[in-house]
C-alpha cells in the first residue's frame, strides 16, 4: 500500500526559531499533500493544500507566513513553521491520495514542542 | 460548510463485547463518509469509507457502518471486539473525497 513518511517525529525548538517538517510520499506520487494539525483532545483541522510546482492553498485562519509550505517535487512536501511560538506547539500531520481511488494516506505525524 | 460531531471521547469494552461508535454530521451538500483509525505512533488509516451505493459498508477486520441519511449518521459497530482494536477512531466527511472534515476522535480501549 501507499506510504507517507514525516520527518522529525519529534522536535523541540526554542521560541524564536523556525522549523521545517518534511512529507514524502514513499511509493508512489503525489501532486497533492494536505497538512493538518492536531491539538490533544481535539480534532485534525486542515491547515493547507499543498501542490506541486504551484502555491499552497490555505485554509481560512491559517498564516501563509507562518506557517510555509514548500512542494518541490512529486514526492516531498515541507512545512516551515517560522519564529516559532509556544502556542504553535502541537502535531502536526500530512495526507496525500493515494492509488486506491478516493483514500487519503497520512503520514505518522510531528510532534512539535516550542519551548 | 460541513462538520461532524463525535460525541463520546472514550468508549470502554470489555474484549468479545459488542460496540458501537457514534458520528453525526452536519451539511447542506451530499457528502462523503469515513472512518479512519489511530493506533498507538501510528498514521491514520483508512477503515471504511461510504461514497454511493449500499448504505451499509464494511471493512475487513470486522467493523461496519451504515449511512443514515435521515438522521445524519455514520455510526461505527463491531459484534465483538479484539484487545487489537484499541486505538483512536476519527469519523470524517468530504464534499470531494480530498479535503476532510473530521470529527474529534473516539478512544476506544478494549479491556481482557
Known amino acids: 500500500g501507499a506510504v507517507v513518511s514525516q520527518h522529525p517525529s519529534r522536535v523541540i525548538c526554542k521560541s524564536g526559531t523556525s522549523v521545517k517538517i518534511e512529507c514524502r510520499s514513499l511509493d508512489f506520487q503525489a501532486t497533492t499533500m494536505f497538512w493538518y494539525r492536531q491539538f490533544p483532545k481535539q480534532s485534525l483541522m486542515l491547515m493547507a493544500t499543498s501542490n506541486e510546482g504551484s502555491k499552497a492553498t490555505y485554509e481560512q485562519g491559517v498564516e501563509k507566513d507562518k506557517f510555509l509550505i514548500n512542494h518541490a517535487s512529486l514526492t516531498l512536501s515541507t512545512l516551515t513553521v517560522t519564529s516559532a511560538h509556544p502556542e504553535d506547539s502541537s502535531f502536526y500531520i500530512c495526507?496525500?491520495?493515494?492509488?486506491?481511488?478516493?483514500?487519503?494516506?497520512f503520514g505518522p505525524g510531528t510532534r512539535l514542542t516550542v519551548l | 460548510a460541513q462538520s461532524v460531531t463525535q460525541l463520546d471521547s472514550q468508549v470502554p469494552v470489555f474484549e468479545e463485547a459488542p460496540v458501537e461508535l457514534r458520528c453525526n454530521y452536519s451539511s447542506s451538500v451530499s457528502v462523503y463518509l469515513f472512518w479512519y483509525v489511530q493506533y498507538p505512533n501510528q498514521g491514520l488509516q483508512l477503515l471504511l469509507k461510504?461514497?454511493?451505493?449500499?448504505?451499509l459498508v464494511e471493512s475487513i477486520n470486522g467493523f461496519e457502518a451504515e449511512f443514515n441519511k435521515s438522521q445524519t449518521s455514520f455510526h461505527l459497530r463491531k459484534p465483538s471486539v479484539h484487545i487489537s482494536d484499541t486505538a483512536e477512531y476519527f469519523c470524517?466527511?468530504?464534499?470531494?473525497?480530498?479535503?476532510?472534515?473530521f470529527g474529534t476522535g473516539t478512544r476506544l480501549q478494549v479491556f481482557p
Open positions: 461510504y461514497l454511493s451505493g449500499s448504505t
Open positions: 470524517a466527511v468530504s464534499v470531494n473525497t480530498d479535503k476532510l472534515i
Open positions: 495526507s496525500a491520495p493515494g492509488t486506491v481511488r478516493d483514500t487519503q494516506y
